[in-house]
């Protein structure tokens, strides 16, 4: 008999449980309908209490007044942005919780209200992007990537934004993400004009939302905004990141796949040259070097650093080939002449060792007067590029020194 009634108490005390839950809820419905954050949030750790014994109903309702309560909050101005977050956390634990349990109860009524949220969110973010308030409009895509994680465009406009707000490390966590989503670009996004306030709102991918508002009459003016590809652009982005920390061994990954992703940019290419540079691999440096000179084969930047190469390998007259054809499409280049300027006077060298290393016999002083005659050559023939090169920097005081120098030997010499 004893047993009985134990199990008769536990039925008891299970079903007031039940009951008080549902008392509960139905003030809290009350309480949240007329914003009174105060009481609700003080309800609310309640019902928290007594979620383990709650009915999925009851738990899916206990999110439902959560989020709503939590946006009440963010609204009267008490922790805008923490209260912000946590709706967006508890909207998305209530879809998820009713997804898991095969109901749309409350998802059906909080639906309305994330997608308003979700309008605020990226207005705001829009706004802040306008006013380049970039570190702001970046974690409010975030935000919004949050509230709906299917709208991958949000989580790239948080990555693109940290970049314009320098805010790199963010940035390169955000971009990593969007790889391993595998994001690229391609997507529609459904807007219209809300009646109301006459701004632009997005539903994100949710073309059938969007055309429901539109049927309902609070939005007008439907229109889809197509992205084109991105991938390139953010495996160059976090490349740069990368190169710019000098982490060269898990930036050379994305900078291979930038380039290979779009070689008609010119930016992916120097990130590969610059990478194989700075880790000391010139036979690769070469290698893309030569075949960027073949897609970009007016390109000053490119031509002037291979044949920097070429001179450290001691291919002076490749560099020169080079070098000669910048000239060709731009005569006024100074590092061109500069350069070319040197390659012609490192010929000095030889020819004065020749002219030392002759005996001092009547015998050699027609070869020393041609030698002579070669060496006034070789200075004629470098001060022609360097005298061109100083009328375009005539500050440069190593050239200028250089100029001087040269002139003072012709002219002891003539």
Do not use: W
């Not at 008891?12 to 449980?17: N, Q, W």
């Not at 080079?322 to 012609?344: H, P, V």
């Amino acid at each position: 008999m004893k047993n009985k009634l134990l199990v008769l108490s536990m039925l008891f005390l299970a079903c007031s449980s039940s009951f008080a839950q549902k008392n509960e809820l139905k003030e809290l419905d009350k309480l949240v309908s007329k914003k009174n954050t105060t009481e609700s949030t003080a309800l609310l750790a309640t019902v928290e209490k007594m979620l383990p014994t709650a009915t999925d109903d009851q738990k899916a309702a206990y999110y439902y007044y959560k989020a709503l309560n939590e946006i009440n909050l963010a609204k009267s101005g008490v922790n805008f942005n923490e209260n912000r977050s946590n709706a967006i956390q508890s909207i998305n634990k209530l879809i998820k919780f009713e997804n898991d349990t095969k109901s749309k109860k409350y998802t059906t009524e909080i639906l309305g209200v994330k997608n308003t949220l979700l309008a605020e969110l990226v207005n705001e973010a829009v706004e802040n992007n306008k006013n380049k308030n970039y570190k702001k409009s970046s974690r409010l895509f975030e935000q919004a990537y949050e509230l709906s994680s299917t709208d991958t465009i949000y989580l790239y406009n948080a990555a693109n934004d940290a970049i314009n707000a320098k805010d790199f490390d963010y940035a390169e966590t955000k971009l990593k993400e969007l790889i391993k989503l595998n994001y690229n670009g391609d997507t529609e996004t459904f807007v219209a004009t809300a009646k109301t306030t006459n701004m632009v709102e997005s539903f994100g991918t949710d073309k059938k939302a969007r055309d429901i508002a539109v049927k309902n009459g609070s939005h007008i003016k439907p229109e889809t905004i197509t992205s084109k590809n991105a991938q390139a652009g953010i495996y160059a982005s976090l490349s740069q990141i990368l190169l710019n920390k000098e982490n060269y061994s898990e930036g050379e990954t994305y900078t291979l796949k930038a380039y290979e992703l779009d070689k008609d940019n010119i930016n992916n290419l120097l990130n590969v040259l610059y990478l194989y540079y700075n880790t000391n691999r010139i036979y690769k440096y070469e290698e893309y070097a030569t075949k960027g000179i073949e897609r970009f084969p007016e390109n000053e930047n490119l031509l002037f650093n291979l044949a920097v190469i070429k001179l450290k390998n001691g291919e002076n007259d490749k560099a020169a080939i080079l070098l000669n054809k910048i000239l060709t499409f731009n005569k006024n280049n100074f590092d061109a002449l500069k350069t070319l300027g040197n390659i012609e006077l490192q010929k000095d060298a030889e020819v004065t060792n020749k002219i030392n290393a002759l005996p001092n016999t009547a015998a050699s002083d027609k070869k020393r007067s041609e030698l002579m005659q070669e060496k006034k050559q070789v200075y004629l023939n470098t001060l022609d590029y360097f005298k061109k090169a100083q009328t375009i920097n005539p500050k440069d005081e190593n050239l200028n020194e250089l100029i001087k120098q040269i002139q003072a030997f012709l002219n002891s010499n003539s």
